[in-house]
């Protein structure tokens, strides 16, 4: 690991000292890190992997195995542990696996019976639909929040730079906005970028650009309520806290959670936090297609009409006070197989 660490930090140009300030920490232990005399705890494992643009997994990874060396590495009968743990480890995932319901689980094999046939096309217009399907994100995912464009509005805002008449302008960069904010996430996914508080910031900034300056990529400084005399934190050191170990829980889980199942999950714990004053539901809802992309899904688009959105929100709500967390789930998996059949559909004409 050290020379991983070390190696990675040379190759972005940063001097231990930097890495320190980043990550506030003592510079002196970032040296440690390096020579191998002190070990980072799980939490700086996924702060350096970020910072420095090292897979999370190849760091974890390594990371893992020199604690296992560590603590058992001597011992007669480590490899015999070892075995047993792996044979403990597959029966502990496959238990986890049997938590989803039958009615989800048929749904989520549909889903990838449908996202295969997807991936053995190659039209030619792939690129054409793609940009139609997102243009419609961002149309249902304004209207979710109350922008009156239309479909054919947001299009002549957006691919025309037109301006409507008797629309405001905040409803104006709204539509452009969130179009960048997902060409962001797109660049994300192409450049393999660890999703992490950074790049969270920066949707949010994207999505507030000109509309509200102030409030552009900063936690919200007032409490939020959930439920009944129940509140979200007000303090953005305690909300950026938990944006923080939010994310080290998707590293740790994404690898043994259904995407489509993680891609909800992040969605709600988002929304359970709500870091910011403004523009909750969006960033979460990018943060939740984002997620879905990264593992080959098409985008989860959910109506903004009135029965939908009726249907979305008290889905939502059951999830975020524990009524029913897998219904949101169903909610969305159905979504995203209708989705990827539409998808299916306009590439075959």
Do not use: C
């Not at 986890?96 to 217009?125: H, M, V, W």
């Not at 997902?182 to 992490?196: E, G, R, S, T």
């Amino acid at each position: 690991m050290k020379s991983l660490l070390k190696t990675a930090r040379e190759e972005k140009g940063l001097k231990t000292r930097e890495v320190a300030q980043l990550l506030s920490i003592d510079q002196a232990l970032v040296s440690k890190f390096e020579s191998g005399t002190r070990k980072p705890t799980k939490e700086q494992i996924t702060k350096l992997a970020a910072l420095l643009e090292i897979n999370f997994e190849t760091l974890m990874t390594v990371w893992l195995k020199e604690k296992i060396i560590h603590e058992i590495g001597q011992e007669e009968f480590a490899l015999q542990a070892l075995k047993d743990a792996e044979a403990e480890i597959i029966v502990l995932r496959i238990s986890s696996a049997n938590k989803i319901s039958p009615e989800l689980q048929k749904l989520l094999d549909q889903i990838e019976t449908l996202k295969l046939k997807l991936q053995n096309l190659n039209p030619n217009n792939y690129s054409q639909i793609t940009q139609i399907l997102e243009l419609e994100y961002t149309f249902e995912s304004n209207r979710l929040e109350g922008n009156t464009l239309t479909l054919s509005e947001t299009d002549l805002v957006v691919n025309e730079g037109q301006t409507i008449s008797g629309k405001n302008m905040r409803e104006h960069m709204e539509a452009l906005n969130h179009i960048e904010a997902i060409a962001f996430i797109k660049n994300m996914i192409h450049k393999n970028i660890v999703l992490n508080e950074k790049e969270f910031i920066a949707i949010h900034s994207l999505i507030l650009r000109g509309i509200l300056p102030k409030e552009a990529g900063q936690y919200r400084k007032i409490p939020f309520t959930i439920k009944e005399n129940s509140f979200t934190p007000s303090d953005p050191s305690i909300i950026q806290k938990e944006i923080e170990a939010l994310f080290n829980w998707y590293e740790i889980n994404k690898s043994t959670v259904h995407p489509i199942v993680i891609a909800t999950e992040m969605q709600q714990r988002i929304l359970a936090i709500y870091p910011f004053t403004n523009a909750n539901g969006k960033v979460s809802r990018l943060i939740m297609n984002l997620v879905l992309m990264q593992n080959g899904y098409v985008i989860a688009n959910i109506k903004g009409d009135s029965e939908s959105r009726m249907q979305y929100y008290q889905k939502l709500e059951n999830a975020l006070i524990g009524k029913d967390k897998e219904d949101i789930i169903l909610f969305i998996a159905q979504i995203e197989k209708d989705n990827i059949a539409r998808y299916l559909t306009l590439l075959s004409q």
